[in-house]
């Protein structure tokens, strides 16, 4: 496999050092610009601050670049060209040496094949509400792929009863970071339960060096409630997303154009609240990761 290490990660992984992968769909399709280019920015500091090296994760001219430089980090937040893959992907990204920013599926895929433990992001992908044939790849990867990623659920445009009845199905395990319930990304509650509420990142430490001496294949899903401060009540943003909704399948706009699409109209139509919730949950899910990675390295 081709890979590419910025020096930082090189470093990282000749000393040993805790390494937290970041995504970079996020960037490039997930957040506005300029909040994209600032974000991605600041989860790299944020991980650095809380003592682990951030990979970002991408593919430039068919490579897997794992680690950027400020150039590709600004080339994902701006250039509209750029695609999103998933793993079904990955053979004509490479075999045409071409620019694409990884989504949860293909980051974890890339983070894992480079040894590295831990994966910070937002929400992951899952089924779809009204179309339950549209089931994100990003599923299928956490059940065959021993990593951690901390995040804030899943996207909440998704069907969350179904997501979490699959990751059952599918062994996958769900901690819940000072949590009882799976949070449903702009709202810290969902009453879909977590397998087990987990206090501190040694804990989680722990519970990865189980699934391992197990030999389990499987990711562990580390959900951590957006803070406080930023949370969006369940039943203005259910408002929001109906009208969303509906009129996404006016414009009949599917695949991998929705996420993006609904993201955009639920910010418009809830002035910028689900926008400055989506950032304060990456930042804070990168920090939580930093701190599992530390522990992991121990
Ligand atoms: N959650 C967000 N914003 C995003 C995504 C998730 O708040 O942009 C991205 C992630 O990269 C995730 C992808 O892996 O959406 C899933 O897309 P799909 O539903 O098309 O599989
Ligand atoms: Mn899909």
Redesign the pocket.
């Known amino acids: 496999m081709n890979f590419k290490f910025n020096a930082e990660v090189a470093d990282a992984i000749k000393t040993k050092k805790p390494i937290v992968a970041l995504?970079s769909?996020?960037i490039a399709?997930?957040l506005p610009y300029p909040f994209n280019l600032k974000t991605a920015k600041n989860l790299e500091k944020i991980v650095r601050e809380n003592g682990a090296i951030p990979a970002t994760i991408a593919v430039f001219d068919g490579e897997f670049c794992v680690g950027l430089n400020d150039e590709q980090i600004e080339q994902l937040a701006t250039d509209k060209t750029i695609r999103k893959i998933?793993r079904r992907d990955l053979p004509i990204a490479v075999a045409k040496r071409l620019n694409c920013a990884t989504?949860?599926?293909t980051t974890a895929f890339i983070a894992h094949r480079a040894g590295i433990k831990v994966f910070a992001?937002?929400?992951?992908?899952g089924v779809h509400r009204g179309f339950a044939a549209d089931v994100?790849?990003?599923l299928p990867e956490l059940a065959q792929t021993p990593i951690v990623i901390v995040c804030s659920g899943a996207?909440i445009v998704l069907d969350l009863p179904a997501t979490r009845e699959w990751l059952e199905t599918n062994g996958v395990c769900v901690l819940g970071f000072g949590c009882d319930e799976l949070p449903a990304f702009y709202s810290r509650t969902s009453s879909l339960t977590v397998d087990e509420r987990i206090e501190t990142a040694g804990e989680v430490a722990g519970i990865v060096q189980a699934r391992d001496e197990l030999n389990l294949q499987s990711a562990i899903l580390l959900t951590v409630p957006v803070p406080e401060t930023f949370e969006i009540e369940a039943e203005e943003l259910e408002k929001i997303l109906c009208e969303s909704l509906k009129l996404a399948e006016q414009k009949k706009i599917n695949g991998?154009e929705i996420?993006p699409f609904l993201?955009v109209q639920m910010s418009e139509r809830s002035s910028g609240k689900t926008l400055a919730a989506?950032i304060a949950l990456l930042e804070n899910n990168a920090q939580v990761a930093a701190q599992v990675a530390l522990e992991i390295y121990k």
């Open positions: 995504e769909t996020v399709h997930g998933s989504t949860v599926s992001t937002g929400g992951i992908g994100s790849a990003d996207k991998k996420t993201l989506n």
